[in-house]
């Protein structure tokens, strides 16, 4: 099985809420992702976490907030978003952190900021 | 970092047409993966081909690592084919995995 689930599908969120994004994965897998895509773009890396630690933060602004809470869960934690942050958010994981595998994603959560 | 370039940005076909897309990387790489986005956002696993060449199904892709450029080859194209096309390559960065996607090719296969 590689599937990696996320919930929900769809958001619709005001800039002075807070929301959560979640993403699951059964694999054993000790990498997890979350990527943002922008309409017509490719997916750009946000957050790597390895064994369920932060590893890679690429300068993402500090209204999002990752967290692994275990080797199977990853959250994104969303408050006082703007309208540009309007995105498909992708997860994904793979099965070592410290190797080039395969990165396997999830369906993603469509995120609209009002 | 490594740029990652492909082409065609946009190509449409007739159903039951064979294309070609190209994915070109301005450095040496360990892997190089190969993705198909749906109209609903999923990414779907094509190929992972860090060299040579790999089929499944009415799709191939080859990898020449030392030209640094990979091919994907759709044959005999159906509906269901459309969608956008990455590849992505790995870059180990700390202690994770980044992946550099390309541009994209979107595909629009016509009945």
């Known amino acids: 099985d590689t599937e990696v689930t996320q919930t929900p599908k769809h958001l619709v969120m005001g800039m002075t809420n807070k929301k959560s994004l979640k993403c699951e994965q059964h694999m054993g897998h000790r990498a997890m992702y979350w990527y943002k895509q922008k309409a017509k773009k490719p997916p750009e890396l946000m957050f790597v976490?390895?064994?369920?630690?932060?590893?890679i933060n690429e300068s993402v602004p500090s209204r999002f907030s990752p967290e692994c809470p275990n080797s199977s869960l990853l959250n994104l934690h969303l408050h006082a978003l703007q309208p540009e942050d309007s995105a498909l958010y992708l997860c994904?994981?793979?099965?070592?952190?410290?190797?080039?595998?395969?990165?396997?994603f999830g369906p993603g959560t469509r995120l609209t900021v009002l | 970092g490594i740029q990652v370039e492909q082409s065609p940005p946009d190509l449409i076909l007739q159903e039951g047409a064979n294309s070609t897309l190209r994915c070109n990387f301005s450095d040496s790489v360990n892997n190089l993966q190969w993705f198909h986005q749906n109209p609903w956002g999923q990414l779907i696993n094509l190929f992972y081909?860090?060299?040579g060449t790999k089929q499944n199904g009415r799709l191939s892709a080859t990898t020449v690592a030392t030209e640094r450029y990979s091919l994907l080859y759709i044959s005999s194209s159906q509906t269901t084919d459309s969608g956008v096309y990455f590849c992505?390559?790995?870059?180990?960065?700390?202690?994770?995995?980044?992946?550099?996607f390309g541009g994209g090719t979107r595909v629009l296969v016509k009945p």
């Open positions: 994904a994981s793979s099965q070592d952190p410290g190797s080039t595998d395969t990165q396997y």
């Open positions: 992505a390559v790995p870059l180990i960065k700390a202690a994770g995995n980044k992946l550099t």
């Open positions: 976490y390895s064994y369920e630690k932060l590893s």
């Open positions: 081909i860090p060299s």
